[in-house]
């Protein structure tokens, strides 16, 4: 064995051992991984898509575009893992059987992708042959079963997404969910919601940081997120217990902390830095007038206030300290549509607030009760 063909046993060793390291993590341990292929994978295409994105009008039209980049990161993985198996084969196969690297390479494939093309009669590169065909077809069935589960966390996740539309506006918005369920009689219902968001949240966390794929499949409909939907519920709460700490449920506070905690989960999957425990004093980046454009919706609702905004604001913003800065990082990774209270994105568009449309026979266009 010549030195050259020494470093490729090595290299082809070391590169087999790290991909199915990286299947392994991300396909079968049901826990957070590091997922560097992933992320790597997803940053590539953040980066190529950004030039794109700034010659498409509309935010319609550049979510069609981002709407691609969660299933082609999804193909180019899958794809990554077989093409790194095949040089990993073909190098361990070269490195014994010695020839041309080429012809290494094309039994390596042969092999993985069980065609049975190519071979290479020798006792020790046959017995990696067979190695390589188990292992490539281990990779592609567990990379099929993979799809369903994903698809089916994806589903549950969107279902609750699009139920908080109706709710909530799109796209969402805390103040608008408090004001539309004081506006149809509804605040009794606000305990249920944030047990069921509070579920959700911990369904989520769950799910994808097993999966982090699901962070970059965008909802159906162009103006909703579930990072936005998240939010606005955490914003929901946060305003409640500021504004009505009396008679706030202990559920909103529940369904905060577990939000905040799904938040922090997603962020450790992808390595995103935040303080854990942040002082209820620090700054935040919504700045007052923003909380006032909330404060004014309510008060056109007719929420019931317990503190004076001026007081609330405090309080406020000691709940929202607590998971701001991780929707911030999450924004920038996921790109979430431009909503109110957001980390404004002029490049992709301007926050639109949503809005009730009251039509009726006698006035057809209806009136807008902006929020």
């Given at each position: ?50 030039p794109?994105?700034?010659l ?46 080429s ?51 994806f ?10 539309a ?19 009689s ?5 305990p249920?919601l ?22 970059w499949?965008?909802?159906p ?34 369904c ?20 854990p ?21 309510l ?5 019931g ?29 996921v ?12 490049w ?24």
């Amino acid at each position: 064995m010549t030195p050259w063909q020494g470093l490729a046993l090595a290299a082809g060793i070391a590169l087999l051992l790290g991909t199915t390291g990286s299947v392994f993590t991300t396909l079968v341990v049901p826990r957070a991984s590091s997922a560097r292929l992933l992320r790597a994978i997803s940053a590539l295409y953040a980066k190529l898509s950004i030039p794109a994105l700034r010659l498409r009008r509309g935010y319609e039209a550049k979510d069609k575009l981002l709407g691609l980049v969660g299933p082609l990161g999804i193909v180019t993985l899958f794809v990554s893992w077989l093409c790194l198996l095949v040089v990993g084969f073909g190098l361990v196969i070269w490195s014994i059987a010695g020839g041309l690297l080429s012809h290494a390479l094309g039994v390596a494939g042969s092999s993985v992708f069980t065609l049975g093309v190519l071979s290479i009669h020798q006792g020790g590169p046959e017995a990696i042959e067979f190695v390589a065909a188990g292992v490539g077809l281990l990779v592609v069935a567990l990379e099929i079963a993979y799809l369903p589960a994903l698809y089916s966390a994806f589903s549950a996740r969107e279902a609750d997404v699009t139920l908080l539309a109706t709710r909530a506006g799109v796209p969402a918005w805390g103040p608008e969910l408090l004001a539309r369920a004081q506006r149809f009689s509804l605040v009794d219902e606000l305990p249920e919601l944030y047990r069921r968001w509070e579920r959700w949240a911990a369904a989520v966390a769950e799910s994808h940081t097993n999966y982090p794929t699901l962070m970059w499949l965008r909802s159906p409909q162009p103006w909703r997120s579930w990072l936005t939907a998240l939010t606005a519920t955490l914003d929901a709460a946060a305003l409640q217990a500021a504004l009505a700490p009396d008679s706030v449920p202990l559920d909103a506070r529940l369904c905060l902390q577990v939000g905040s905690n799904c938040l922090r989960s997603l962020a450790d999957a992808l390595h995103i830095a935040y303080d854990p425990d942040p002082l209820p004093t620090a700054p935040i980046r919504l700045a007052y007038e923003e909380y006032q454009e909330g404060i004014a919706r309510l008060e056109r609702a007719g929420f019931g206030f317990e503190r004076s905004p001026e007081e609330a604001w405090v309080h406020f913003r000691g709940w929202r300290v607590n998971y701001e800065s991780v929707v911030d990082a999450l924004t920038d990774v996921v790109v979430p549509p431009p909503a109110p209270w957001f980390l404004p994105r002029p490049w992709l568009g301007s926050a639109a607030y949503p809005f009730v449309r009251n039509r009726t026979p006698d006035d057809p266009e209806g009136s807008r009760s902006h929020s």
